[in-house]
């Protein structure tokens, strides 16, 4: 037998540098017959495991998600939950199959052992041969499915991730929608108002333009009458004629005036022969109304019983203004718009005597309350002219503190009274009548405890009346005389 070799000459054949071959390890194939290549073995290529694949696409989703949409997150997420659903079932499938196999082995095992028993010499010992691979064998599945455990466990967390995520990429798919929608909405509330807008701009254009059209035509017909009646002797007419028609209203308006002046000395005449007392004094505030006798038949009025009324201002009711039973009243901020009437009773005949008019308000009391208001607390400088019903001795001044929530009586660092607005409280003006009644005030901090304050000035007083009422009402509380809440 002589061996052949292939014969090599002397020539020795380069490579270029720039070839590119297809593999970077020596090629696989089977020689035939004459050194003919019969077939390449072509490796089987395997592509990488399922979870990779979801590990590198979700490597890739973090890092191009601040160059991605929201939908397309949404959607990515979407494709991998799919995945990961795909390898959990992938796992479970392995899971089943691992039981079965441990199954076998153990029939397997128990078979072989059942041989043992029965077999000798060589026999016996390759069947404990057997039975130590099958052992070995159970515990690479054993290891095998402890891998497998751990790989569900991972699956499991990435499909959690990824469920986690699918459900935070869809809820801001959903609030950028529904920005989206308001910033539309919005859009055509602003498109909408400015059309109405344009619209109502037009409306006043025409209109406007209507109107001057109008006013231009009235102006040219009046132009044209001026220049037909524009002629110097009917100016003249109507100039002589507007002089002796203003001549005739002095005539008359003076002719007028006398006979009201008549008219009025002659009812006060009437009025003064009919009557017994008259009221005398301004219907006003700061003012103090007097009983008088005006005729020789009047009874002396110490002898007589006087009461006073307010009417209501269309006079279909009167109500008593109780204690105000002397013959000098005045009037206080209640009686603003009111007319006042007295009864004088004596021997069983009652005389009824009317104000001329309504109480007005004092010109000066409107500024002097903006001035009060402007201030959280007022200190008034007054008098105590009685004390419980009873004179008090002392004439000392001490401090009337009117706050917006309580109503002090102080005098120095001694307080007589301190209480807060409540029902119990009455404030209203004094009706004991004397010559300081405009300047007085009644005030009952609670039960059993009263004064009758005189202040500095009727404008002061005024104005403590309607301060402290207004302070009172803040607090729900109606602050008045006795039986004057309704007049409130």
């Known amino acids: 037998m002589t061996r052949v070799s292939p014969e090599i000459g002397d020539e020795v054949w380069t490579v270029s540098s720039d070839v ?18 019969l077939e390449e073995i072509k490796e089987e290529i395997k592509g990488p495991p399922l979870k990779e694949v979801v590990l590198n696409e979700t490597n890739q989703l973090t890092e191009q998600h601040k160059r991605l949409s929201v939908r397309d997150l949404a959607s990515k997420f979407d494709k991998n939950l799919a995945a990961a659903a795909k390898l959990s079932e992938e796992a479970k499938i392995k899971e089943v199959a691992s039981l079965d196999g441990h199954v076998l082995l153990k029939k397997l095992r128990d078979a072989l052992e059942y041989l043992k028993g029965r077999l000798a010499g060589r026999n016996k010992e390759d069947v404990e041969r057997a039975i130590s691979l099958v052992e070995a064998l159970a515990v690479k599945l054993t290891q095998k499915e402890g891998e497998l455990i ?37 859009a055509r509330a602003v498109v909408q108002r400015i059309g109405e807008a344009l619209d109502e701009q037009e409306r006043n254009q025409s209109s406007g333009k209507q109107q001057e059209l109008e006013e231009l035509i009235e102006e040219v017909q009046e132009a044209r009458r001026i220049r037909l009646m524009h002629q110097p002797r ?16 002095r005539e008359k308006c003076t002719i007028s005036v006398n006979l009201q002046n008549r008219l009025a000395m002659s009812m006060k005449a009437d009025e003064n022969t009919s009557r017994v007392y008259e009221i005398s004094g301004s219907e006003s505030l700061s003012s103090i109304l007097r009983i008088q006798p005006c005729s ?45 009437q007295a009864d004088i009773t004596s021997n069983g005949l009652k005389v009824t005597i009317t104000t001329k008019g309504p109480i007005q308000q004092a010109l000066e009391l409107g500024s002097y309350l ?22 008090y001795s002392s004439h000392s001044a001490h401090v009337f503190h009117i706050g917006k929530t309580k109503i002090k009586l102080s005098r120095g660092w001694i307080t007589k009274a301190r209480d807060s607005y409540s029902r119990s409280m009455q404030l209203c003006g004094f009706r004991g009548g004397g010559n300081s009644a405009a300047k007085s005030l ?21 104005g403590a009346l309607i301060l402290a009422r207004k302070y009172a009402s803040d607090c729900n509380v109606l602050l008045a005389g006795p039986d004057d809440d309704v007049l409130l």
């Open 296 to 340: 020789d038949e009047a009874i002396d009025l110490p002898k007589c019983s006087i009461q006073w009324y307010r009417l209501s201002p269309q006079c279909s009711r009167r109500e008593p203004i109780l204690g105000a039973n002397k013959c000098v009243y005045a009037p206080e901020p209640i009686d603003v718009g009111r007319v006042l």
């Open 20 to 37: 590119s071959f297809r593999s970077n390890q020596f090629p696989k194939y089977k020689l035939g017959p004459n050194n003919e290549i």
């Open 442 to 462: 009644f005030w009952q901090s609670r039960k059993g405890q009263s004064f009758v304050l005189v202040f500095e000035s009727e404008r002061e007083r005024n």
């Open 150 to 186: 751990q790989e569900k466990f991972e699956v499991k967390k990435l499909v959690n991730f990824l469920k986690q995520a699918s459900e935070d990429a869809k809820k801001l798919v959903n609030q950028e929608k529904s920005f989206a929608c308001a910033e539309i909405e919005s």
């Open 234 to 249: 009917k100016v003249v007419d109507m100039e002589h004629e507007l002089r002796e028609l203003r001549l005739q209203i």
């Open 370 to 391: 903006e001035t009060l208001l402007r201030k959280p607390n007022n200190d008034f400088s007054v008098v105590i002219s009685q004390m419980n019903g009873r004179n």
